[in-house]
């Protein structure tokens, strides 16, 4: 059976692809910094804090990492609102991305963290300087310097598992493919287009990452 | 009409349903894996061709989401000609997304090999494909058993995107649970602890074993502190660490 490509239905549009490409990097971003600023207070207090404060945090990542995004979306989507907060859609997506980014980077962080050398916070202790600025002023600042290469992949990784959200009725790209699938019939033409986008996407923010790595940290190469 | 409780019975079968998430899991790492080995033996293949082929088909995998994948897969087999089966378009799915991920995590593993190993083998007379099977890949068998029992975690995970086509695996299962208990908590928090049961000794093992192969790896900065602060509480503020 030979089967007839029809693009034109779908190309004719494109600015509703657009919009959707356009949510979805939204989405990511919005989730990546909130996921960040998390993630930086959990790395240090996992490292740095009271035992049982790493433990609880040591236990949220684990709970996070070894269970699919998909639960956590569904989690986040049917409990908070029956436990009284009201919460839409896209709340929900945004708010289950950055708990699952937060526990990712988390777990990055603290290998930055970790890899600062010995010498030097034992330099800073000798000096006087207390815990809290060893680790505002030695520690923090090169280690997020030197993660940032993998947090910029992570971001590239939420670009891409944002795209389960429509599971949940919240909109991006995915969910405006799926829109326009039941509009024109023309299902594996629309993906076909929507993975070009998410493709185009991706790579795109792997060489801007690259590119700002570059020019960023040109003075600590 | 009334709620169903979340007793026994919707228990049972919401536990029980985790045979297709194991299932497509095995096929997925079964196929992934026999797949995988020839895209990572291409993609250090001599042919340059070869290379740059199997280089686009493992970007093609990682640069789009696995979701857009699977719906392709499952509406495109209608458009050219199958009858569309959501369990069949889902182990193709996972079996072609599972090789573009282990090829590229393999590929990294070949390469650690030392080069000399391939000149030494080549000097010896052999070709290509004989020292990588013979020389090479036993070397970095060592490698690959970390990473490869870290990616099944993903692996397992990545299966309950196989529910949104209408496969019955466990994440479906919750969901119609949900639907006809509305007890989201206890649903999805079984499913979520029914995950973490599978995964979580897979992550740990992985991790005690990429520990065995670094040794050197030394306690953490933490310690730093916690050392100088019992020293000191020993000999008095004037001590400094080193």
Redesign the interface.
């Known amino acids: ?1 030979s ?1 007839v490509f029809q693009f034109g239905p779908i190309l004719d549009r494109w600015p509703l692809f657009l919009h959707g490409a356009l949510l979805t990097i939204e989405l990511a971003a919005i989730s990546t910094f909130v996921g960040l600023a998390i993630a930086v207070v959990l790395a240090v207090s996992r ?2 804090g009271p035992r049982p404060v ?1 433990w609880l945090i040591g236990a949220y990542v ?2 996070i ?8 979306l ?2 986040v989507y ?2 908070l609102p ?1 436990a009284g907060m009201r919460l839409d859609s896209n709340q929900a997506a945004a708010l289950a991305l950055s708990a699952n980014l937060a526990a990712y980077a988390t777990e990055i962080i603290r290998a930055g ?2 890899a ?1 050398p ?2 030097l ?2 330099a800073g ?2 000096l006087g300087l207390r ?1 809290g600025r060893i680790i505002r002023h030695i ?1 923090l600042g090169p280690a997020l310097r030197s993660v940032y290469p993998a947090l910029g992949s992570q971001f590239v990784l939420q670009i ?2 944002s ?2 959200v ?2 949940i009725a919240a909109e991006e790209l ?1 969910a405006v ?1 799926n829109n326009i ?1 039941m509009e024109t019939f023309r ?2 033409e629309v ?2 287009v ?2 070009a986008l ?2 185009a996407m ?2 795109a923010f792997r060489v801007f990452f690259a590119q700002t790595n570059r020019s960023l940290f040109r003075w600590a190469a | 009409m009334t709620l169903r409780e979340f007793g026994w019975p919707e228990l049972q079968f919401l536990v029980f349903s985790v045979r297709w998430t194991v299932l497509l899991s095995l096929i997925a790492f079964a196929g992934g894996g026999a797949l995988g080995l020839v895209v990572a033996a291409c993609r250090v293949a001599p042919s340059r061709a070869l290379r740059r082929a199997m280089d686009a088909y493992i970007t093609l995998f990682q640069g789009t989401p696995l979701l857009v994948q699977l719906l392709l897969v499952y509406y495109g087999s209608s458009f050219i000609g199958f009858t569309p089966d959501a369990l069949v378009a889902a182990a193709l799915t996972f079996v072609l997304n599972t090789s573009a991920f282990f090829g590229e995590i393999w590929r990294g593993c070949i390469e650690a090999v030392p080069a000399t190993q391939w000149e030494a083998a080549r000097a010896l007379g052999l070709r290509y494909l004989p020292t990588l099977r013979l020389v090479v890949l036993p070397q970095a068998m060592r490698l690959m058993v970390v990473p490869t029992i870290g990616y099944m975690v993903q692996i397992v995970k990545s299966t309950s995107v196989a529910s949104l086509i209408g496969i019955r695996e466990i994440t479906r299962t919750a969901v119609m649970v949900n639907t006809v208990t509305f007890e989201p908590l206890q649903v999805f928090g079984t499913v979520c602890l029914v995950y973490f049961a599978i995964c979580y000794p897979l992550s740990v093992l992985s991790d005690r074993l990429s520990r065995r192969l670094d040794r050197t790896r030394a306690g953490g900065l933490g310690d730093v502190f916690r050392r100088t602060r019992a020293a000191r509480r020993q000999y008095g503020h004037g001590f400094t660490p080193g």
């Open positions: 059976m089967y490292s740095f790493a684990e709970l990492r070894n269970t699919p995004l998909l639960v956590q569904y989690l049917f409990v029956k963290l970790e600062t010995r010498g916070v034992e202790l000798s815990k520690i891409l598992g795209s389960l429509s599971a995915t493919s699938m299902n594996f993906f076909i929507t993975g998410y493709l991706v790579l």
